[in-house]
């Protein structure tokens, strides 16, 4: 019977001590992003200062008035089947931008990544960070889904490929705003 607790425990100070990482790791990204600890601060810091994809969206569509918002993914309509899992996006929405030419577009279904990007807002930066290194690992050998990412704390601004470097540029220079 001891052994079982002893492995409980174990991964309990495992899950502590991963989650204070997580909190390290938010407080370096940003000043604005900087905690005091993970159990004393989080609580306010989430109050205070996360923000939803939709509140990152309004923030970055000032900066990039080329972005519309075209779509909010709720737990029925997310393709991913990710929406609230564990280490998952807590909120996401889709956006076009007009300087993309849809008849380029492979993918041109209403919320491809591709017609212009998607926000997707997560617990904890590390959370936002790992799936931004996933996309990315995905995508590196795959020309055609092939995306920009750029990483803010908690948030992640997936930008479509058909944009050129320059103009992609614009949402790196928006998501450094949200930290």
Not at 57 to 63: D, P
Not at 82 to 96: E, N
Request: proline share 4%; with cysteine.
């Amino acid at each position: 019977m001891r052994k079982p607790a002893l492995s409980a425990a174990a991964l309990v100070v495992v899950l502590l001590a991963v989650t204070a990482c997580g909190s390290g790791d938010a407080g370096t990204s940003s000043q604005a992003e900087s905690t005091t600890g993970p159990t004393a601060a989080a609580p306010t810091r989430s109050a205070s200062r996360q923000l939803t994809a939709d509140e990152a969206f309004q923030a970055l569509s000032g900066q990039v008035a080329s972005a519309e918002l075209s779509g909010v993914v709720t737990e029925d309509n997310d393709p991913n089947h990710l929406l609230g899992r564990p280490h998952q996006y807590t909120s996401k929405v889709t956006f076009t931008d007009s300087r993309i030419d849809v008849d380029d577009v492979v993918d041109a279904e209403a919320g491809s990544v591709g017609l212009g990007g998607a926000i997707e807002v997560f617990a904890t930066a590390a959370d936002s960070r790992a799936r931004a290194d996933y996309i990315q690992s995905v995508t590196k050998g795959l020309p055609a889904l092939a995306e920009y990412d750029f990483v803010s704390g908690t948030v992640l601004i997936r930008v479509s490929r058909y944009l050129p470097p320059t103009q992609a540029a614009d949402y790196k220079a928006a998501a450094a705003t949200l930290g």
